[in-house]
């Protein structure tokens, strides 16, 4: 699956730093959820989540994203 370019651009930072590490979770409220995955050496703390709806990205890190990666898990 391509990576829409909008996520590229939010997640350009880390892609940078770390390589292109994102992975598609599924679909979440109507968005595709990506999730960046940093080196194994380096995953610590919540996971970063992007939420594409076609237009626009938001980004998500905190409590609610292991709520929706759970939820993807079970859908």
Avoid: W
């Avoid at 979440?28 to 703390?45: A, E, I, R, W």
Wanted: overall charge negative.
């Amino acid at each position: 699956m391509k990576i829409p370019e909008q996520i590229l651009h939010a997640a350009q930072e880390l892609t940078t730093r770390y390589g292109n590490q994102l992975m598609y979770r599924g679909c979440y409220n109507g968005c595709s959820v990506y999730q960046f995955c940093f080196p194994k050496d380096l995953d610590t703390g919540f996971p970063i989540l992007y939420l594409f709806n076609g237009n626009e990205v938001t980004t998500l890190q905190g409590t609610e994203t292991c709520d929706i990666i759970k939820q993807l898990r079970h859908a």
